[in-house]
């Protein structure tokens, strides 16, 4: 399923802070946004998942859902979201709860995907027992458990450690090159986004309008392997942001 963009605006009463958004987003790749803060990125996030609705434009699904998708828009969120009262298998069969499987159906998803995200020791274990990096696993789990058309991710790995962050994103294009999926991979961070993106969107300061989108057609698994290059794509990507981000940073320091 393919996501198609068109003319989108958006305004916060008197404040806009997009306008004239138009993006595909293609089945099966990871498109990253990117841009100084306060450019509407994580807005742009919400508008998808529809969790607001557009001040204009539009924004419309091309196709249809994978097979035995439960939810086609799905959340992966910096703070992990994890209910500290439930195991890890808990957390991951709450978002089952509310559809009409068997409790065998519900625990050969679970299973599934803890083995998918490298976690099946560690199903019975509470959230206070793992590390950051575990339980953000158990978050993209929860995720994969329903099998979405597109994953919305905002700024999954700016709560963990620089080693930490380095081993999520393996894990991740680990998983995509095993079963791609879809993404929109909100982050400030541009080595994760030469990492992870086949297409990076620069938005400019508010109200963010996209100034380029870059395309990466190196294979993510070769990524690692690929330092130079993708260092000279992220000098680019940064010479596109670092005046509005030293200018979005002073109005934010004016606000």
């Known amino acids: 399923m393919d996501l198609h963009i068109v003319g989108l605006n958006h305004r916060y009463g008197d404040m806009p ?6 993006l595909r987003i ?9 841009g100084p803060s306060g450019c509407g990125k994580s807005t742009l996030l919400r508008l998808i998942g529809g969790l607001e609705q557009p001040t ?3 924004i419309g699904q091309i196709g249809e859902p994978p097979d035995g998708c439960l939810n086609p828009l799905t959340y992966i969120f910096q703070d992990f979201a994890l209910l500290p009262w439930r195991t890890a298998r808990g957390n991951i069969s709450l978002v089952l709860e509310d559809h009409d499987l068997s409790e065998r159906e519900t625990g050969r998803i ?3 995907v803890l083995a998918r995200t490298d976690l099946s020791d560690f199903g019975n274990a509470f959230p206070r027992q793992l590390s950051g990096g575990m339980k953000q696993r158990v978050a993209i789990a929860r995720a994969l458990a329903v099998n979405p058309a597109v994953l919305l991710m905002d700024e999954p790995l700016s709560a963990l450690d620089g080693q930490t962050r380095a081993l999520l994103m393996d894990d991740l294009i680990g998983l995509w090159t095993r079963e791609p999926f879809t993404a929109v991979y909100v982050t400030h961070n541009l080595q994760e986004a030469v990492r992870l993106g ?8 508010r109200p963010g309008r996209i100034r380029d989108q870059v395309a990466i057609n190196m294979p993510l698994e070769d990524r690692p392997d690929a330092v130079a ?9 940064w010479e596109l942001l670092r005046e509005e981000a030293q200018a979005a940073d002073r109005e934010l320091a004016d606000a």
């Open 198 to 205: 086949h297409k990076i969107v620069v938005l400019s300061r």
């Open 229 to 237: 290059e993708l260092a000279q794509t992220q000098r680019y990507l």
């Open 56 to 58: 204009d434009g539009a």
């Open 110 to 112: 679970v299973d599934d």
């Open 26 to 34: 293609e089945s099966g790749r990871i498109v990253c946004l990117i």
């Open 17 to 22: 802070v997009l306008d004239g958004i138009d």
